[in-house]
């Protein structure tokens, strides 16, 4: 059962979903039929264990464990609220046990509470014991109906919970929010929900839209929204936030918010990584892409970039920045393309011009060309109309320089025409 002060929210039933296919919501609380499912956690003390460790977090103050989900419910409800406690009971002594209970245990007989004392009862087994007539007649058959149900003398029917294909939750404010940064409250709440639902469907998702209702006696917009892209799948709740919190705080509320909602976008299939038994396999710190995104949402999405491969064998346009969060990763059968096999680690920015000595070029003193020529032609595809053609006609050497080492120098080409231009030489990179 749930803290009684918060009403059980989808998340519960879920979660729930994970250690079996038999679950239900059965008045304010969830019940799970677990019989099936002992074996492959390790058995019922295994299990139990395990689901006591979850549960807190969801909000589950008490646990009832019996054969049948009334009697499970009854003694959860028994047990004293304000902290976390387990009752449970054998089939064996299941009627001992809810005979002894008080009449709030079962909603169905807390109901008749008041006339039932005054007839002297005061425990479960105190009202089943009256005469199954009289009791039918002046209660109606949903009192008897109940007993019989958490005694198992009567079949349970349930509802079974399945889960939707789509996430969208909504959450009332249970105060309006004037300021941005509180609606971190009621996201943090429907995060929770978002990271039990992606659990339970083994998925992870690549953004999320949070969404919210202003007050309609402010004459304003009815709403608003933001929309927090990942680059890569997740369900970490605590990414999730810290990304939202970037974004609030730079949004300004027109009006008191009311209502919120979470959508989850991108939703694909997502598996953890593999556990490694060595120690100095273990990754340290914040994943590159979880920070690139904090970086993002702080800083703006136009001054972090990233560059992404081109198939172009051109060095200039071998490769493109643009913000990081939009970088797709490259797939591992994706090969760069290379100018020449001659490259050099180092490319400068721009090329450099170099001066001539006769036709000799030169760069802190004369170069001694040590391989070459490789020719690159590359760009007449572009065509005059394109929008930034870029016609590259070089020659690429290898070059010594006495006082800079190694150098990677191109020499251009003219154009058909222009044979008569003058010959000019560029530095473009330098060997290590």
Do not use: K
Request: proline share 9%.
């Amino acid at each position: 059962m749930p803290d009684p002060s918060a009403e059980p929210g989808p998340a519960l039933a879920w979660w729930a979903l994970g250690y079996t296919p038999r679950v239900a919501r059965l008045q304010d609380a969830v019940v799970l039929e677990v019989q099936a499912s002992l074996r492959l956690f390790g058995g019922a003390p295994a299990l139990l264990r395990r689901l006591m460790g979850e549960a807190g977090a969801l909000g589950v103050q008490r646990i009832g464990v019996a054969p049948t989900a009334l009697a499970a419910l009854a003694l959860a409800r028994s047990l004293p609220s304000g902290e976390r406690r387990l009752r449970r009971c054998h089939a064996a002594r299941l009627s001992a046990t809810l005979d002894a209970l008080p009449l709030q245990a079962l909603p169905e007989v807390a109901r008749h509470a008041e006339l039932l004392q005054r007839l002297g009862c005061q425990t479960l087994g105190q009202v089943r014991a009256l005469p199954r007539g009289g009791l039918a007649r002046r209660f109606g058959a949903e009192l008897s109906n109940a007993l019989d149900r958490a005694h198992g003398q009567r079949p349970e029917v349930f509802d079974w919970q399945l889960l939707p294909e789509q996430f969208e939750q909504h959450l009332a404010c249970p105060s309006l929010v004037e300021h941005a940064a509180g609606l971190m409250w009621g996201a943090h709440r429907l995060l929770q929900a978002l990271a039990v639902w992606l659990a339970a469907r083994h998925s992870g998702v690549t953004g999320v839209r949070l969404a919210w209702q202003h007050d309609p006696r402010r004459g304003c917009e009815p709403g608003a929204e933001l929309v927090v892209h990942t680059a890569q799948p997740t369900r970490e709740v605590a990414h999730l936030e810290r990304l939202l919190a970037e974004h609030l705080a730079r949004v300004t509320l027109a009006a008191p918010v009311q209502s919120l909602s979470l959508q989850a976008l991108g939703v694909q299939r997502w598996g953890p990584g593999s556990a490694s038994l060595l120690p100095q396999d273990l990754a340290g710190g914040e994943p590159l892409p979880i920070c690139l995104e904090r970086l993002s949402a702080r800083l703006g999405p136009g001054r972090v970039l990233a560059g992404r491969l081109q198939a172009d064998h051109r060095p200039q346009h071998m490769q493109h920045w643009q913000p990081a969060i939009e970088v797709p990763p490259t797939p591992a059968s994706v090969r760069p393309a290379t100018a020449t096999a001659w490259q050099p680690p180092w490319l400068l920015p721009e090329p450099e011009p170099l001066r001539l000595v006769g036709e000799r070029p030169q760069y802190r003193g004369p170069l001694t060309l040590l391989a070459g020529p490789e020719r690159l032609e590359a760009g007449w595809w572009d065509g005059p109309g394109a929008a930034d053609p870029d016609l590259t006609l070089r020659d690429y050497f290898i070059a010594r320089s006495a006082q800079a080492g190694l150098l990677w120098v191109f020499r251009v080409r003219p154009l058909s025409g222009q044979l008569d231009s003058p010959t000019r030489w560029f530095l473009h990179g330098v060997f290590g």
